[in-house]
């Protein structure tokens, strides 16, 4: 995430009131997409979503990179709104179900510590990320590594015994 402002002014040259309208779009995106993939997991299990997920999300990247054009980005980053709470709500889903019952307080902390960690230390790597490669090969490096994230739920499959749905009368 603290890449994408960089690359978009710096490299993109956008303005204040482009990234007002970049950042609407991506959080309007995630309102729909939140409601969109909760009912994916409700019918098709978090399993499903999170193979199909994973694999969209490092689309963004690899589109913004290589369509350096700041309307078409905007789409982008609709379409990325729609798609990222699949990966958030489906991972979270898989984590739960896989935790052994007594240990899941720690393994959730351990997940949100790693969350954590990571947002902090990837505002500090990304400057000089960025001055060394640049930021455009940084994005599509960025997408190479999501895509390679859902290529290992593929290789190496999260199996969980779907629960059937009762409905309340």
């Known amino acids: ?16 009131a482009w990234l007002g309208l970049w950042l609407g779009l991506v959080s309007g995106g995630t309102i729909l997409g939140n409601l969109l ?11 499903w979503a999170l193979l199909r997920a994973t694999a969209l999300s490092s689309a963004y990247y690899f589109l913004i990179g290589a369509f350096p054009n700041l309307m078409l980005i905007l789409l982008f980053s609709l379409l990325a709104g729609l798609i990222n709470p699949g990966v958030e709500l489906s ?33 500090l790597a990304v400057a000089p990320l960025t001055s060394l490669i640049g930021a455009q090969a940084l994005v599509l490096t960025l997408g190479a590594l999501r895509l390679l994230g859902a290529a290992l739920f593929v290789l190496n499959p999260v199996r969980i015994a779907r629960q059937p749905v ?4």
């Open 1 to 16: 995430m603290p890449l994408q402002p960089i690359y978009f002014v710096r490299t993109l040259g956008a303005s204040n």
């Open 37 to 47: 993939w909760t009912r994916q997991i409700d019918r098709r299990g978090a399993t």
């Open 91 to 123: 991972h979270l889903n898989v984590l739960f179900e896989v935790c052994p019952a007594e240990r899941r307080a720690t393994y959730m902390g351990a997940y949100v510590t790693a969350m954590n960690v990571g947002a902090f230390l990837a505002p």
């Open 166 to 169: 009762t409905k309340v009368a």
